[in-house]
């Protein structure tokens, strides 16, 4: 048995619609599958998904655009200067260049500005407006931000300069008094699509002012909208779509440094680029000094410039993700030393020095670690301010539950999944209680469990390369729109190891009768060792393309791995008995030793607990359910093996089954030298064993033991008594067979049992455990039945 990291719950498809998409779009089962699970049920909208021409929303749709575009233009009749003010993440970074394009083109005199994250934090500041009204600034637009700007409106207003806000985050219960703004979102909001990016809304001004489609701003749209995780439907997935293929081809000098420098190959370019490589890089810029680098490097045309940029954006891409490592360690251990889990659904940690830049990020791990909502803080006890970032997990809305405590957070937005705030230090400890308070109510165990939606079940034979180049029509995929995921269920494997150069990856092949499909599973190389080569597994994760050499293979990118029946791990005569700490894993682990003289050694030596089983009451009391147990050596009976395992119903047998000496191997006497031994004894009369026993024993080739052997069986039949190693028939003894001995019928048994556990194949002893742990395994599903 193998437990998955996380439940895997497979969406319940309606296949009766799937099978009729399937034949009316003459796609294959898998591909209409997907498309049902993702709402597009009818032939129409499915077609429309995959084939449908670009429609973009009339922009003058939003409320207040018309007031923006014309105070715009007139700015720009005017040569009055404009200012762009945004955010330092990747969004803000998109959203300010693709607005800083658009005025330039259209010969506004603009300017733009980023506040720092460290002296300033996130969003509009008086200062910033302060310092722009003493440069001459008449016009302010905000972007990706200015939404919670309530007093830094008022500000505006005071100083006489226009503010135009765009935004796309969650708005708080007053919306600030601006010249207009322009979000999805608002109460009176009649815009049809909610979901933009902050870049998005930038690109819907855009298109306003342009009064057409601004196709050369998709390159940059497509960042922001990909990067901020908003969901990949409706204007966002033409903005992705268009976008990716726009960035292919791009003649943007910075973006061309940021692929030249990042290893990206344009040609080669998706939706996970942008995730993985573009995004983290501008990032990173905004993370540890001023976002202004980003921006400069998008807007460059000098390609020198852009080269020298580019390298400074790769170094703090680099200083940030050692920065990242060392905060998460502390972060850790700080959790474990101080809010342990069982205490704690909100983790709310905190330290001076943090780098306040980051911590998103580490929030971000601690989730991925604790499965439970994490805010990380950064203190400046000079300000006496604490600035943090917050993750969270499903069930737990962030900007709900911190919109419960504005009386501790002057600052603080974001959405239900991630926020950023700034509060005391003396209220640190109220949030973490308040917080915490709420989790208990709301959430309940099985919410910090961890979560695997799955598209589909799959068969090795729907897995070829036709169904994949369709399931590739679905992309980009994000949120919303996820990259499908799917369950292949039971199947065997051919070839399994660890790859990589710290063999911390996983090569695989599966198969069924239908087929067989390859699967590489990163950072799941421990695994081997958990798996019995002989063990069926379930494993999800994503279909692809393989092509390498010009052929192209169906595989699967293995995300996690699980073994639904116990499992069987053999180091029978391998001598590895001071491996098993480290072989079998320490959860649920049960060592069993049957002699006690191997107590001892598993305990001080290996420094391992055992449990010593010398008999069957011993073994019928033992609890193995779930449990992984070694069997350290060779067990003194068959019943007591079978009273060890019968209904435990174990997760892995390691067996091992150390033994000094065998009987197997040793004569076991027939009826025949049983016959040859008393009819020697008949004719020599008495013989002292300890003289003579090896004469005998090397007259018909035995071993001393083998006489020792009979000598104790005749013995307790009454057949001779035996006084100071002397033996004698005694007279008349009474007729009986050798199964009436003891010695004997031990014997036999130790024999056969060392056949069935020693010198078995691995199959031969999976069965022979099998038919005991099974047998109870099916009378506890019929006593079910009848619960």
């Known amino acids: 048995m193998l437990k998955p990291k996380t439940r895997w719950v497979v969406r319940d498809s309606d296949r009766h619609k799937a099978e009729q998409l399937a034949s009316e779009l003459n796609i294959t089962p898998l591909a209409a599958s997907l498309l049902v699970n993702r709402g597009f049920d009818s032939a129409s909208s499915a077609r429309f998904f995959l084939f449908g021409k670009d429609e973009f929303h009339d922009p003058y749709l939003f409320k207040g655009m018309d007031i923006a575009v014309k105070r715009i233009r007139t700015a720009i009749d005017e040569k009055e200067p404009i200012l762009i003010f945004g955010d330092y993440d990747a969004d803000g970074v998109s959203s300010t260049s693709v607005l800083m394009m658009t005025l330039k083109d259209l010969g506004a005199d603009v300017q733009f500005y980023i506040p720092n994250r460290f002296t300033e934090g996130y969003g509009p500041n008086e200062a910033a407006f302060r310092h722009a009204a003493e440069t001459g600034i008449k016009l302010i637009i905000t ?100 976008g990716l293929e726009k960035l292919k081809v791009t003649k943007n000098i910075g973006l061309r440094a940021i692929f030249k420098i990042a290893g990206v190959d344009p040609a080669t370019i998706n939706e996970e680029t942008i995730g993985f490589t573009i995004a983290p890089r501008i990032n990173a810029v905004g993370r540890l000094a001023d976002a202004d680098l980003a921006v400069d490097l998008i807007l460059c045309e000098d390609s020198e410039e852009a080269e020298y940029l580019a390298e400074e954006m790769e170094g703090f891409n680099k200083s940030r993700q050692s920065i990242v490592h060392t905060i998460t360690e502390e972060a850790i251990a700080e959790v474990e030393s101080n809010y342990p889990i069982d205490d704690n659904r909100v983790l709310v940690i905190g330290k001076e020095g943090w780098n306040a830049g980051v911590i998103g990020i580490v929030a971000s791990k601690l989730v991925e670690k604790y499965y439970r909502p994490a805010i990380v803080l950064s203190f400046d006890p000079e300000k006496g301010l604490a600035k943090g970032s917050a993750r969270s997990i499903p069930g737990f809305d962030l900007f709900q539950n911190l919109s419960t405590l504005r009386d501790i957070l002057p600052h603080f937005g974001g959405h239900p999944m991630a926020a950023g705030m700034t509060l005391k230090l003396e209220d640190v400890a109220e949030l973490r209680e308040k917080l915490n308070a709420r989790a208990f109510e709301l959430l309940t165990e099985e919410d910090f469990i961890p979560v695997t939606y799955l598209d589909e079940e799959v068969h090795l034979d729907e897995v070829h390369l036709s169904s994949l180049d369709e399931i590739s029509m679905l992309a980009p995929f994000g949120v919303d729109n996820p990259k499908p995921k799917v369950l292949i269920n039971n199947v065997e494997i051919t070839n399994i190891r660890k790859i990589g150069s710290e063999q911390n990856h996983l ?16 950072g799941l190389g421990a695994v081997v060792d958990e798996i019995s080569p002989a063990s069926k597994i379930s494993l999800i994760g994503e279909l692809s393309i393989n092509e390498w050499n010009n052929i192209r293979k169906p595989q699967i990118f293995v995300q996690d791995i699980a073994v639904n029946s116990w499992q069987l791990f053999d180091f ?72 060890l395992l019968k209904g435990k119903e174990p997760a892995r047998i390691y067996t091992y089954f150390y033994k000094a000496s065998s009987d197997f191997f040793s004569t076991v006497p027939t009826r025949e030298h049983f016959k040859w031994y008393y009819g020697f004894l008949l004719k020599k009369g008495p013989v002292d064993l300890k003289r003579y026993g090896d004469d005998i024993a090397k007259l018909k080739g035995w071993s001393r033991e083998t006489i020792i052997f009979m000598s104790k069986v005749f013995s307790e039949l009454d057949f001779v008594t035996i006084n100071n190693g002397f033996i004698t028939l005694n007279n008349q003894p009474q007729k009986r067979d050798l199964t009436d001995s003891k010695t004997f019928l031990q014997k036999q048994a ?38």
Not at 507 to 522: Q, R
Request: aromatic letters at 8%; proline letters at 5%; charged letters at 25%.
């Open 507 to 522: 090569k695989i092949t599966v198969n069924d009768p239908a087929g067989n499909l390859d699967g590489v599973g990163f």
């Open 572 to 643: 029978r005569g391998q001598k590895r008995i001071n491996s098993i700490p480290s072989t079998v894993p320490a959860e649920n682990r049960q060592i069993i030793v049957f002699n006690k003289q191997y107590v001892e050694k598993m305990n001080s030596h290996l420094g391992v607990e055992t449990i010593c089983i010398e008999d069957a009451e011993a073994a019928k009391a033992f609890d193995g359910y779930h449990k992984n147990i070694a069997l350290v050596d060779f067990p003194p009976s068959k019943e007591i093996l079978i009273h």
């Open 143 to 242: 972007v990706d931000t200015g939404i919670a700007a309530v007093h830094e409106a008022n500000v505006a207003k005071e100083l006489g300069i226009d503010l135009i806000i765009t935004d796309h985050h969650e708005r708080g219960p007053v919306i600030p008094e601006a010249l207009a703004i322009i979000h999805p979102k608002l109460p009176d909001s009649t815009y049809p699509f909610r979901e933009l990016a902050g870049v998005g809304v930038a690109f819907k001004l855009a298109h306003a002012l342009y009064d057409r489609l601004p196709e050369h701003l998709f390159e940059i749209a497509v960042i922001g909208t990909i990067a901020d995780l908003v969901s990949l439907t409706g204007e966002n997935r033409l903005i992705a779509k268009r």
């Open 750 to 787: 130790q024999s056969a049992l060392e056949k069935d556990l020693l010198f078995s194949s691995f199959e031969e002893l999976k069965r022979w455990f099998s038919n005991i742990i099974e047998e109870s395994v099916e009378i506890e599903e019929e006593v079910k039945q009848w619960i």
